[in-house]
């Protein structure tokens, strides 16, 4: 079963990371635009801002398998996922009640872009760019997210030289 249709059935399921924060994943979509590397961004649905595709876990799929659904409900995408994580960032949110666990650490899976459906999930409630990745993390707002960015991209070029 493809990872996008295991999301319909599955149910997010909640983990604390041994910090005490929430887990939760993400996709670095990429891909080559006339040999130059882009990165996909995505605007968030309650403020706006640029994010990469990001959720909670699934039961019975793996964390991978997880941001690559991300990728296709939020933005439409599919591709290749890593197995592996590129990096991680922690986050806070503060319009949550007190009484709500507000800390989270984000995995990031790099997916490499290979289609774009013409309809998705959250077609309507998103608007995608493609941009480069010192562009793309200089719009994002979380510093560790920019850190994994400007990373991936550094080791993309040394990749390239090789």
Same mark, same amino acid.
């Given at each position: 079963?493809?990872?996008?249709?295991?999301?319909?059935?599955?149910?997010? !399921?909640?983990? *604390?990371? &041994?910090?005490?924060?929430? /887990?939760?994943?993400? @996709?670095?979509?990429?891909?080559?635009? =006339?040999?130059?590397?882009?990165?996909?961004?995505?605007?968030?649905?309650?403020?706006?801002?640029?994010?990469?595709?990001?959720?909670?876990?699934?039961?019975?799929?793996?964390?991978?398998?997880?941001?690559?659904?991300?990728?296709?409900?939020?933005?439409?995408?599919?591709?290749?996922?890593?197995?592996?994580?590129?990096?991680?960032?922690?986050?806070? !949110?503060?319009? *949550?009640? &007190?009484?709500?666990?507000? /800390?989270?650490?984000? @995995?990031?899976?790099?997916?490499?872009? =290979?289609?774009?459906?013409?309809d998705?999930?959250?077609?309507?409630?998103?608007?995608?760019?493609?941009?480069c990745?010192?562009?793309?993390?200089k719009?994002?707002?979380?510093?560790?997210?920019?850190?994994?960015?400007?990373?991936?991209?550094?080791?993309?070029?040394?990749?390239?030289?090789?």
């Amino acid at each position: 079963m493809k990872p996008q249709a295991k999301k319909l059935i599955a149910k997010e !399921k909640r983990i *604390l990371t &041994p910090s005490g924060r929430l /887990q939760q994943v993400a @996709a670095l979509v990429y891909r080559y635009e =006339s040999n130059a590397l882009k990165i996909l961004l995505i605007t968030s649905r309650g403020t706006g801002r640029w994010v990469i595709p990001k959720g909670w876990p699934q039961v019975g799929c793996t964390l991978a398998e997880t941001a690559a659904c991300e990728a296709y409900e939020e933005a439409g995408v599919r591709g290749d996922i890593s197995q592996h994580p590129i990096g991680s960032f922690d986050y806070s !949110k503060s319009d *949550l009640p &007190p009484e709500r666990l507000n /800390q989270f650490t984000v @995995a990031v899976f790099a997916l490499h872009y =290979s289609q774009q459906a013409k309809d998705w999930p959250e077609r309507e409630q998103r608007v995608c760019e493609w941009v480069c990745p010192y562009e793309a993390a200089k719009r994002v707002d979380e510093a560790e997210l920019k850190h994994i960015m400007r990373g991936f991209a550094d080791l993309r070029l040394t990749m390239a030289a090789e």
